[in-house]
């Protein structure tokens, strides 16, 4: 009988120790759904994730109430890669689309459209200039890989739009190439990426923090 009540005694210290050894961490739980709704940010049409997996947490050392919780992922086409930088330059397009009918006698819709050009304008050329003329190259090659990149490009159903749909579609491609997508990445090829999310020990147990 002691030897029983012995074993049941150490079962369930092993229970609470496991219990506790949970409490001093946000579980997956809790911190799955949080950080991959970070990591979906960096989704657009022709992207997906795979692989999202716990890669590492630790104790924020100005905070043993925070812990910082990171997730592993692949950010993978789905589509050519042409066809998911076109998709991010309507977006932008779309973006800076001026309003059809000003809502006051100053159209301030226009001022900020003019803002936004200068903006994509500004990102285009810094990205260009750092390519040391490997630029025109780059673009022919993409664009004969690409039918409807090469349809946005020369803008012949809109000759208004041309400049600043090629100054969308620069900014976008520079966008991904940050991210570290390649132009010869085809469909299944994808990068690796990491997202993470700090979490504060509540009354109610692991929240996430700001």
Not at 36 to 47: F, H, P, S, T, V
Not at 74 to 91: D, F, H, K, N, S
Not at 162 to 167: E, L, S, V, W
């Amino acid at each position: 009988m002691k030897q029983l009540m012995f074993k049941a005694a150490m079962a369930a210290l092993v229970v609470l120790s496991m219990a506790g050894c949970g409490e001093d961490r946000p579980g997956d739980k809790v911190a799955e759904p949080a950080v991959r709704q970070i990591a979906e940010g960096d989704l657009a049409d022709g992207l997906e994730i795979v692989d999202f997996k716990r890669a590492n947490g630790q104790v924020d050392p100005d905070s043993a109430n925070r812990y910082k919780v990171t997730y592993s992922y692949r950010l993978q086409l789905t589509r050519p890669y042409g066809e998911v930088i076109l998709g991010l330059a309507q977006g932008l397009l779309e973006e800076i689309a001026p309003a059809r009918e000003p809502a006051h006698d100053l159209d301030f819709s226009a001022l900020e459209q003019s803002v936004q050009q200068m903006q994509l304008a500004m990102l285009a050329s810094q990205w260009i200039n750092a390519q040391d003329g490997r630029f025109p190259e780059r673009r022919d090659a993409m664009l004969a890989s690409c039918a409807p990149c090469a349809s946005f490009w020369e803008s012949a159903d809109a000759p208004a739009e041309a400049d600043t749909r090629r100054m969308a579609f620069i900014v976008a491609w520079s966008h991904l190439e940050e991210m570290a997508f390649e132009d010869g990445f085809k469909v299944g090829d994808g990068v690796d990426r990491n997202a993470w999310q700090y979490f504060a020990k509540t009354e109610k147990g692991w929240q996430p923090a700001n």
